[in-house]
């Protein structure tokens, strides 16, 4: 096992199958994750996904500032593991997945150093766009034997939910609120290069 420069135990190290990484890829979302975690109660965290979604990135190892990333997530397809607290998630007090079907992510700057990766861009959620920074490392490439050249990034970011009028409350009697205004997001992502 390996050290997480978080000071928590992570999985081997990545591999380096590509000497360029550049290239056209596409999310393969069978082996990606677009997740959450949100304080509940004050007490402990609640940890959601969602499990339907679809990306493609531009990656220009040599300029990365022409790089670009381009995310669509079904606001629907929240996963917290409690059918109850997902059907309230779909809500207007939240997603309003009515109205708004769809989050999106269009990367508008992206700067690299050694194999980390800042990503701005705007983020929209129930129609509203704020703009987030994501830090990603990467993690390695690989060819998996199908022999697709994969990519991997991880990151995380941190934002006010209720920047995109994701409001819902309620006060603890002991101070402090039902769900925590910050969510923290989390990445982890597998990209297959497109063909040449």
């Known amino acids: 096992m390996v050290q997480h420069r978080h000071g928590l135990e992570e999985f081997d190290a990545g591999t380096a199958a590509l000497a360029d990484i550049s290239g056209d890829y596409t999310v393969d979302a069978a082996h990606s994750r ?3 975690v949100v304080r509940h109660a004050m007490v402990t965290k609640v940890r959601g996904r969602f499990t339907a ?4 990135a531009h990656v220009d190892a040599v300029r990365p500032e022409r790089s670009q990333v381009d995310l669509t997530i079904d606001a629907s397809s929240v996963d917290t593991g409690s ?3 997902d059907g309230h998630l779909r809500t207007h007090d939240f997603f309003g997945v009515e109205d708004h079907p769809t989050l999106t992510f269009s990367s508008t700057a992206v700067a690299r150093e050694a194999t980390t990766w800042t990503i701005n861009g705007g983020l929209t959620m129930k129609g509203v766009t704020r703009t987030v920074d994501l830090v ?3 993690v390695g490439s690989a060819r998996d034997p199908s022999g697709h050249l994969r990519l991997g990034f991880e990151g995380r970011a941190t934002v006010n939910r209720s920047d ?3 409001n819902f409350n309620a ?3 002991t ?4 769900v925590s205004e910050r969510v923290t997001l989390e990445l982890d992502v597998s ?6």
């Open 34 to 36: 677009f997740g959450f």
């Open 53 to 56: 979604f679809s990306g493609t």
């Open 83 to 85: 059918p109850d607290r």
């Open 136 to 138: 990603l490392d990467e």
């Open 164 to 166: 995109w009028g994701l």
């Open 171 to 173: 006060a603890l009697e």
């Open 175 to 178: 101070g402090g609120v039902l």
């Open 191 to 196: 990209a297959v290069r497109d063909p040449d």
